[in-house]
């Protein structure tokens, strides 16, 4: 007998939408009304038909055989659409295929021009769109639109390169020259306890080149920003950011996840609270953690790791304050994962109601810090409405952190097939069920006993979810699952063909959730299954199989990815998991270094075929710097030593770095 279970009866009910987790029985004098509704048109028609049996002309109707109106297919009919009157699912509250559009500042909207401009006069080559939009005016945006308006233009309206550059010069500061460089306050060249398992000498001077990165990547907000914020896209912060790097000059959502567990391995614990402080104001003025600290990111998030973020520095720190501060903004955060345009529900196969979460970006129009891009893609569409709609999946895209890749496009060459909104992720939703378990506890140790419990409900419900909407035991593996086509608008109910059954490294991230590496069987599954999967190659986990020339594809390998599936595998009590663990990490330092020694850098991604070189693909050059590589490293570094075990020479097994492996 299916039940109603609302678990939100609870004081932290308004930081949460109630969860329906399974179906709601339709009212039984509705149901005894179908039934005799159905039964009396049965016999009613079924007598009648008699009548005409005796007629000859009826002497061949069969009141069996599918004729339209025979009365036995009557009573099929009567019994399916009951069937499906009870089997219904709740309508599911993120019914619109239009949504929310934030709004967009003049300063975005005449930048968005200046980089169309920027494209028609200096050409593609070497052009990056967001440089455009990182720029800060030096007087107001009236004046400056002035003056570009009066920028001599030939007859189709092309400005030369010399104007053009003269212009940039005279009326803005340099793209991230609002942020100013700053040393972190507690960084020391060698912390005192830093990486105490790294003994051997060539890795640990390494280890400590990549902490002494902290330093280049260290920014304050200008107070220039802060005085006249209308001149700049970048948003004032308080407290200094740690940029990734390169082109990426402002603070990123997901990317702090990893800086922080590399600034922990560093002892910047000031640092790394100070960079949760910062998205915490993001999330008391937007609602949300922004994709980055700029205004064009505004209408989207990125993959939410705040509450893991608190969760780790708590753990090294115990500051109970800190947690305590961190709470509000928790909730806050998991109100918006859970909010209408985000929250989907999925009729499961036992007749469970299940609530997951999507990607789902408040905007339908070009990405502003990619305009030229996305215009151009869009471009081969006919009719606005197509327009919006991709522009809409582009922007859901960069919510997922993972743009671009085969993984939300219908078909894998065609980028305007994307279908991001109608996916619901492995991934995002392991990391809600982490925010979920994350809140629980952080609840407890500062003395919230009621939402403590109702977030271990949410976490369980979130767990039955995933189990029931992702998990295939014929592959071990967790499956995005694609609503059909067209029932966006409608409940889903739950079909195993709706898993895509394409393998992406994001099919082991559950992995990374406790309730998940702590079960021995079912780490033995996935193990078997990651091994088999061909994501793992000579130097780390590929993000999929497929070579689609987006970056988020084969045989790009990205640091979060191996992070996450190897701290997974290296947590739980199998012996054969954490032997894994350990032969990944190691494969991922050695191309890590290799790659440093070869280019004086740290990469954003790297190519898991060849050991030392860097990533490619996508829609911007490779970038260097690089916040969340650089803490991985740290972080594997940190947990055991990982290259350092000593073998049966009493050499460490990175003494001599190569790609032999
Ligand atoms: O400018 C294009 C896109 O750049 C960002 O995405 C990529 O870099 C981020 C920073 O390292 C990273 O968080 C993300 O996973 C990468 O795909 C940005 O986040 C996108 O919104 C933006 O459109």
């Not at 199989?545 to 790009?556: A, H, K, M, R």
Request: charged share 20%; proline share 5%.
């Amino acid at each position: 007998m299916t039940q109603l279970i609302e678990t939100s009866k609870i004081k932290a009910s308004n930081s949460t939408q109630p969860r329906l987790q399974c179906r709601s029985p339709p009212p039984l004098l509705l149901l005894l009304l179908l039934q005799s509704f159905f039964l009396i048109s049965y016999l009613y028609i079924y007598t009648d038909y008699y009548v005409f049996f005796n007629h000859p002309k009826m002497a061949n109707f069969n009141p069996i055989i599918p004729h339209p109106f025979s009365p036995f297919f009557i009573f099929i009919l009567s019994l399916i659409f009951t069937s499906i009157t009870m089997s219904t699912p709740t309508p599911s509250p993120t019914c619109s295929n239009s949504g929310p559009v934030v709004r967009k500042t003049p300063l975005i909207t005449f930048l968005e021009i200046l980089q169309q401009t920027a494209l028609n006069t200096l050409g593609p080559k070497n052009f990056d769109p967001k440089l455009y939009v990182d720029l800060s005016l030096k007087s107001d945006l009236s004046i400056t639109q002035n003056a570009f308006d009066n920028l001599p233009r030939t007859p189709n309206g092309s400005v030369s390169v010399t104007d053009f550059n003269g212009f940039i010069q005279s009326y803005f500061n340099g793209a991230g020259e609002d942020l100013v460089y700053t040393e972190p306050v507690d960084f020391v060249p060698e912390p005192e306890g830093f990486l105490p398992e790294v003994v051997n000498r060539e890795v640990r001077a390494w280890a400590l080149e990549v902490h002494s990165l902290w330093k280049n990547l260290s920014r304050k907000v200008s107070d220039r920003v802060l005085d006249r914020p209308e001149f700049h896209t970048l948003l004032p912060l308080a407290k200094p950011v740690m940029i990734p790097g390169s082109r990426f000059r402002e603070v990123y959502y997901w990317d702090s996840y990893w800086v922080i567990r590399g600034l922990l391995a560093s002892k910047m614990y000031e640092t790394a609270k100070g960079i949760v402080t910062n998205l915490i104001s993001l999330i008391d003025e937007f609602g949300h953690v922004l994709n980055g600290a700029r205004a064009y990111y505004t209408n989207r998030s990125q993959p939410p790791l705040l509450s893991a973020m608190v969760y780790d520095i708590y753990n090294r720190t115990g500051d109970i304050d800190f947690a305590r501060k961190s709470l509000p903004a928790l909730l806050k955060e998991h109100k918006f994962w859970n909010s209408e345009i985000h929250s989907v529900i999925i009729h499961d196969a036992e007749g469970c109601n299940r609530t997951v979460s999507r990607y789902y970006a408040m905007w339908n129009k070009p990405r502003p810090e990619s305009s030229t891009i996305d215009i151009e893609t869009a471009s081969k569409l006919m009719n606005d409405s197509a327009k919006q709609h991709l522009y809409r999946e582009l922007a859901s895209t960069a919510e997922s952190g993972w743009d671009f890749s085969t993984r939300w496009m219908r078909n894998g060459s065609d980028l305007t097939t994307l279908a991001t909104t109608s996916i619901i992720p492995v991934d995002l939703n392991a990391f809600i069920l982490k925010m979920e378990l994350d809140i629980a506890f952080l609840a407890n140790v500062t003395g919230d006993c009621t939402i403590s419990v109702h977030f271990q409900e949410a976490a369980q419900a979130r767990k039955q979810a995933m189990n029931s909407v992702f998990w295939n035991a014929e592959m071990g593996q967790w499956l995005d699952y694609w609503l059909s086509n067209g029932t966006t608008c409608k409940g889903h109910t739950w079909e195993a063909s709706n898993q895509n059954r394409n393998i992406f490294a994001s099919n082991f991230v559950p992995l990374w959730i406790e309730l998940f590496n702590s079960d021995c069987t079912l780490v033995g599954q996935v193990m078997q299954s990651l091994r088999r999967s061909g994501l793992i190659r000579a130097v780390g986990i590929a993000t999929s199989l497929t070579n689609s020339g987006q970056q988020w594809d084969f045989p790009n390998g990205w640091a979060p990815l191996q992070h996450m599936i190897v701290e997974g595998l290296a947590r739980s009590r199998s012996k054969e998991a954490r032997s894994m663990a350990e032969d990944i990490a190691v494969r991922w330092i050695r191309t890590n270094y290799v790659a440093y020694k070869k280019s004086g850098a740290m990469h954003e991604k790297y190519d898991v075929e060849k050991c030392g070189e860097f990533g490619g693909g996508g829609e911007y050059i490779p970038q260097t710097g690089f916040g969340w590589s650089n803490g991985v490293v740290l972080a594997f570094l940190e947990d055991r030593g990982h290259c350092c075990e000593v073998d049966q020479n009493q050499l460490c097994r990175l003494q001599e770095i190569r790609c032999n492996a």
